[in-house]
C-alpha cells in the first residue's frame, strides 16, 4: 500500500521486499562520483512477474484460438448476429490486449530522503509554489480548505521557501475571512506539529484519529499541549462555522441607513470587492472585481525562536520556529459572457500572481477537499527532480490520491487501489503515467517553456518572429538543456484526499 511506503520512505526504511525488489539503476557512475541517487527503482519480483507474463501468453493463445474457431465455424443462418458479436469480440480482444501491455513491468520509484537531506541541506532545497483552488464555501466545505491550507502551511519545509496560494472562484468574503482565521490559528498549530512531530497536519485528520503513537522528542508536555490546541482547534472551528452568520449581522448593521443598497461589509468596514450576499451588478458570481491579498507575508530567512512562554500561546515554544510560509488569497476577475476556462484558468492566474510574489521554479497543485497527510511530501518530490541521472529533464511528479471515512474495509476499492498501485505503476514501466489534475507537482519551465522571468541566463536569445505575439511578449529561448520532458510517478509518499 501506499502508505505504508510513505512511513518507509520517510523513515528511511526500504520497502517490503516481498513483492519489490531493487532494479538495475542503469548509470551508476554519478553516485560513485559523490552525487548520491536520490530515488530507488523497484520492481515486481521475477518469481512473481514471470508466471504472471506467461498466463498474458496463454490468455492471448486462448483468445487468438478462440477467434480462429469462431471464424472457421461460422453461423450461416444468423450472419448478422455472427458479424456483430465478433466485432464486440474483437474490440474486447483488443481493449484487453491494452489493458496487458502495461502491466508486463510495473515499476516503483522511491524516494530517498535522507539521501536528500544530506545532499542538499535545507538552505539549497528549491522554491516551491502552492496551489489550492476552491469554488464554494457550500458546496465544498470551508473546513476542507481550512484544513487543507493548515497541512500545507505545517508541512516539513524550508518556510522562506515555500508559499501558499489559495484561488477562490465565488469570490466570498467567507473565504477571505477563513483565511484570517487561518492565519491566527497557524501561529500555534504550526508550531505545536513542528515541536511534537504531528502527522497528518491536517487538524480534523490529526484529532479524528483514536491512537498514534508519539514520535516526537518532548513526551512529557504532549498530553496537555495536544489537549490546549485541540481546545483552540474546537474554538477555531466555531469561528469558521459561524462566518456566514457573522458576515450577514455585520452587513445588515452596516446596511440598515443606506437605502437600497445591500452590499456585504468586510471587518474594516469597507465594501467587499466580489460577491455580495444579495448578488447585484459588479457583486454577482460571475461579474465581479478581482482580489489579490497577501495574508501571511514572507517570513524572515532566519529561524524565529520563541525564547518565553508567550502569554499569547497557550502552550510552550521554548526554542521551536515559529515562523510560517507566505499565504495568499486569490479571487480573480470575472466578467460575463468571457469564458473563465475554470480550473485551468483559475490555475493560470495563479501561475502570474505567484510569478509576481515568489516565482518559484516548481508549482504543485491541489483541489481545497485534498490535504498533505504526510508532512515530507514536499521533499519527495525533490528527490525526482534533483536526482542526478535525469532530474532536470523531469517535468512533473505526481501523487496518488486517496478518499478518507468511504469504508474502513474499502469493499469497493474506494481507495483506488487497482487504479493508483496497479495501472498507474504499470504506466511508470512504460513511457510514464497520465496526468489526472492533482496533487502533482510541475517544472515551472515545463508549464512556461522558459525559467522563471528573474533568472536570465546569459545564453538567451530572442526568437525571430516574436513580434507575431504581439508587442508586451518577449518570445525567449533559453539554452537550458530541456529536452524530452518525461513524467514521473511515485507512490512513495502519498496524500489522503478528504472524501468528496
Ligand atoms: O470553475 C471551477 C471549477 C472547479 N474548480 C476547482 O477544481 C477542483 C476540482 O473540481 P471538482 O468539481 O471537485 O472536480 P472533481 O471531479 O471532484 O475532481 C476530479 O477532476 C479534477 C479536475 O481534473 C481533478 O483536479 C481532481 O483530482 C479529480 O478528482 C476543485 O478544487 C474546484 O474548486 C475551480 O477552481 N474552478
Ligand atoms: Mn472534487
Known sequence: MATDTAADAAEGRRPRDDVWVAAEEGDMSEASAGRPLLFRTMKV?????????????????????????????????????????????????????????????????????????D??????????????????????????????????????????????????????????????????FSALWVPFCRKHCIEPRSPENYFRMKTRPYVGGMAGEFMSDHRRVRREYGEFKVRIDSLPTTIRRRSDAYNKGDDGVHATWMADGTQWACTWIEQTDNHR?????????????HPSCKPQLESLVSTNNPIDLSNIDTRFPMLVY?????????????KAGAMNVMLRVSALLSNAPFVIN?????????????????????????????????????????????????????????????????????????????RHVALYGMEPPHYRAKNIKLVGKAYELGNSDLVLELNTGWRNPRAVYHPGVGRRGAQQ
Not at 514471470?50 to 496463454?58: A, D, G, K, S
Not at 524516494?111 to 537531506?117: I, Q, V, W
Not at 481507495?415 to 514501466?429: A, C
Request: aromatic share 12%; proline share 6%.
Open 45 to 117: 519480483k521475477g518469481s512473481i512477474l514471470h508466471p504472471y507474463r506467461f498466463l498474458i501468453l496463454v490468455r492471448l493463445v486462448a483468445i487468438v484460438a478462440f477467434f480462429a474457431w469462431r471464424v472457421e465455424h461460422r453461423n450461416h443462418d444468423g450472419m448478422l448476429l455472427w458479424a456483430t458479436s465478433m466485432v464486440a469480440d474483437a474490440w474486447f480482444g483488443f481493449s484487453w490486449l491494452l489493458n496487458q501491455l502495461p502491466k508486463l513491468n510495473p515499476i516503483k520509484r522511491v524516494p530517498d530522503l535522507t539521501a536528500l537531506a
Open 119 to 184: 545532499r542538499h541541506g535545507e538552505a539549497v532545497l528549491p522554491r516551491i509554489d502552492v496551489f489550492v483552488t476552491t469554488v464554494d464555501p457550500v458546496d465544498e466545505p470551508v473546513m476542507y480548505t481550512v484544513n487543507t491550507i493548515l497541512s500545507i502551511l505545517a508541512a516539513d519545509y524550508p518556510v522562506d521557501k515555500y508559499a501558499c496560494y489559495l484561488s477562490d472562484e465565488g469570490g466570498s468574503l467567507v473565504h477571505y475571512e477563513a483565511m484570517i482565521q487561518v492565519a491566527y
Open 285 to 297: 458570481r460571475g461579474q465581479h472585481a478581482g482580489i489579490v491579498k497577501v495574508m501571511l507575508d
Open 330 to 342: 486569490i479571487s480573480r476577475e470575472k466578467r460575463p459572457g468571457y469564458d473563465n476556462q475554470k
Open 366 to 442: 491541489f483541489d481545497c477537499n485534498h490535504y498533505i497527510n504526510n508532512s515530507q511530501a514536499l521533499r519527495a518530490p525533490m528527490c525526482f527532480m534533483l536526482d542526478p541521472r535525469d532530474g532536470q529533464n523531469t517535468a512533473f511528479v505526481q501523487f496518488p490520491q486517496r478518499f478518507d471515512d468511504v469504508d474502513p474495509t474499502d469493499r469497493y476499492s474506494n481507495h483506488n487501489r487497482v487504479f493508483f498501485d496497479g495501472t498507474m505503476l504499470s504506466l511508470n514501466g512504460l513511457q510514464g503515467p497520465t496526468y489526472l489534475g492533482i496533487s502533482t507537482m510541475f
